[in-house]
């Protein structure tokens, strides 16, 4: 399975509710949620601090920031599985 990933750091109560919209879909697009704490990096944190959460793919340059609904988030999740 492909992954994708999810930029968000502990506590974000809106990093919780990407996930939940979010990891329903993964097994429809044979994808991996990987969970990557900004908090961990100064450049994460200058690029992803006030966008958080963001679902971004490591192999297009596409990225979903948040608010996405469920529609939203299973068009990127199909654009970034092929």
């Not at 492909?2 to 974000?12: D, E, F, N, R, V």
């Not at 992803?48 to 793919?57: A, H, W």
């Not at 192999?59 to 999740?77: K, N, R, S, V």
Request: glycine share 2%; net charge negative.
């Amino acid at each position: 399975m492909k992954p994708i990933y999810l930029y968000s750091t502990p506590g974000c109560h809106l990093c919780e509710l990407a996930r939940e919209v979010v990891e329903p879909l993964l097994n429809n697009y044979s994808l991996v949620l990987e969970e990557i704490d900004i908090a961990q990096s100064d450049e994460l944190i200058e690029r992803y601090g006030v966008k958080i959460p963001v679902l971004k793919s490591p192999y297009h340059i596409d990225e979903l920031c948040w608010p996405f609904d469920t529609a939203q988030a299973a068009a990127f999740l199909v654009r970034n599985s092929i």
